[in-house]
């Protein structure tokens, strides 16, 4: 294990990422690591992680004379630099940047591992959205009216979800067949049960209600 926490882990990968955004949210981190590429954008925002995972291949020889100390090569090539770094992690919650942009295959491998670990709380953040696996005992949110909340399933899932403008009751979602893409919170409570994996996602204004929401309290 590279980083242990009771609190939340940061993990900063090579797709593309916001840097105002990313210093913005290292309050809420215990302690954080680059994965692979992500150490140039820690290396760009004059920041250092507790440690460099990855294989490697696409780190700049900047970034690895900087950070030599604290790389941690892993050369095999049976899973991804993110299911690398999350197996390596044990913590409350990990939030993930610079793991959602760039090649469609990628970030379906990130959806491959969320689904592949849905006792575990892991949150992925970009410009675009905050997204999270339903956790197994379900969740509830406090939004404000209005803001947009998409349930994508990643399997075959039974979902109830209250408080919404289009509710939904012990419907079966599938990744193709029934999913909710543009949803709409409609009361100060949203609350979401999954008999499966079922991603969240919402603004990432709303990130810190996902936090109070999902990460256990200390």
């Not at 990432?204 to 109070?212: D, E, I, N, S, Y």
């Amino acid at each position: 294990m590279i980083v242990s926490s009771n609190g939340i882990v940061g993990l900063i990968g090579g797709a593309a990422v916001n840097p105002e955004q990313m210093k913005s949210v290292l309050s809420f981190f215990d302690n954080y690591i680059a994965v692979d590429g992500g150490a140039d954008h820690c290396l760009r925002a004059g920041l250092r992680p507790a440690a460099v995972v990855g294989d490697m291949d696409s780190l700049s020889q900047q970034a690895r004379a900087t950070f030599s100390e604290i790389l941690c090569h892993i050369s095999e090539q049976d899973t991804t630099d993110f299911e690398k770094a999350i197996a390596r992690v044990s913590a409350a919650a990990v939030l993930a940047m610079g793991f959602t942009g760039g090649r469609l295959d990628h970030l379906l491998s990130v959806l491959n591992v969320l689904g592949r670990n849905r006792t575990r709380r892991i949150l992925l953040l970009d410009e675009a959205d905050i997204s999270f696996l339903t956790p197994p005992e379900g969740v509830s949110l406090a939004l404000p009216a209005g803001t947009r909340i998409g349930l994508m399933p990643l399997d075959d899932v039974t979902v109830t979800a209250r408080g919404l403008t289009w509710p939904i009751t012990a419907a079966r979602m599938h990744p193709t067949g029934m999913v909710s893409s543009s949803n709409q919170v409609k009361d100060p409570l949203v609350e979401i049960s999954a008999k499966g994996p079922l991603v969240i996602t919402l603004p990432p204004t709303q990130l810190g209600a996902v936090l109070k929401a999902v990460v256990p309290a200390q």
